[in-house]
């Protein structure tokens, strides 16, 4: 099976402009969830779809939004983006999200 | 608010040394715990689960132990090589919210020849 791939793998982007990275999960995984890894915070959930349904949020503001299509792909989206957000996001999918859950290699994001 | 810890920060050591590695989380009301592994700027590889109802699991030169009742588990691996050099990070699930996994800050390690 193939793995969980994510596109872009990099991206640059100046202040106040918006993002959209995608995420495609592992064929059957119903599950897919979003983490952002800084140096300084770690890795911090973000949110998680299934099957279409935001089933879980993380503590971030209402400028990181995502979205899960019929497919199980997912897409995250960052609006006016700020300094703080550069970062590296990775998605993770599993069945249903209560067991081992395979990550992506995420998509290093620049913000100038 | 669940923590979780994970020491030392860092570890060296020489080929084939056995090693352990401390995870650390405040709430016992745990689903599951995992166990990752990350090289540097890649994603992460999942290494072992560990239900709440187990004491342990085993995958070649790995082995992982979970004590609820103290908050700890340790990640002892066998007999290292320079290729086990990477970041490993635990993370736990909590009932109700399994799907969210709260991590570690990570043990850094190095096996030099």
């Known amino acids: 099976k193939a793995g969980v791939t994510q596109t872009p793998r990099y991206l640059i982007k100046t202040r106040g402009q918006q993002v959209t990275l995608s995420c495609s999960p592992i064929s059957g995984h119903r599950s897919v969830s979003w983490y952002q890894q800084t140096p300084g915070q770690g890795l911090q959930f973000l949110f998680e779809?299934?099957?279409?349904?935001?089933?879980n949020k993380g503590n971030f503001p209402g400028r990181f939004s995502g979205r899960q299509f019929s497919n199980s792909r997912s897409e995250m989206n960052v609006s006016t983006l700020e300094l703080g957000d550069s970062a590296l996001y990775l998605c993770?999918?599993?069945?249903?999200?209560?067991?081992?859950?395979?990550f992506g290699p995420g998509t290093r994001l620049l913000v100038l | 608010k669940q923590e979780v810890t994970q020491i030392p920060a860092a570890l060296s050591v020489p080929e084939g040394e056995n090693l352990v590695l401390n995870c650390s989380f405040t709430?016992?009301?745990?689903?599951?715990l995992q166990w990752f592994r990350q090289d540097p700027g890649k994603g992460l590889t999942s290494l072992l689960l560990i239900q709440s109802s187990q004491r342990e699991q085993t995958s070649g030169r790995l082995n992982a132990s979970l004590d609820k009742s103290s908050g700890r588990s340790t990640l002892y691996i066998a007999a290292s090589q320079p290729g086990d050099s990477a970041t490993y990070l635990c993370?736990?699930?909590?009932?109700?919210?399994?799907?969210?996994?709260?991590f570690g800050t990570g043990t850094r390690l190095q096996v030099t020849l």
């Open positions: 993370a736990v699930t909590r009932t109700g919210t399994a799907s969210k996994l709260t």
């Open positions: 779809y299934f099957s279409e349904t935001q089933r």
């Open positions: 709430d016992s009301a745990i689903y599951n």
């Open positions: 993770a999918s599993s069945y249903e999200g209560v067991e081992t859950q395979y």
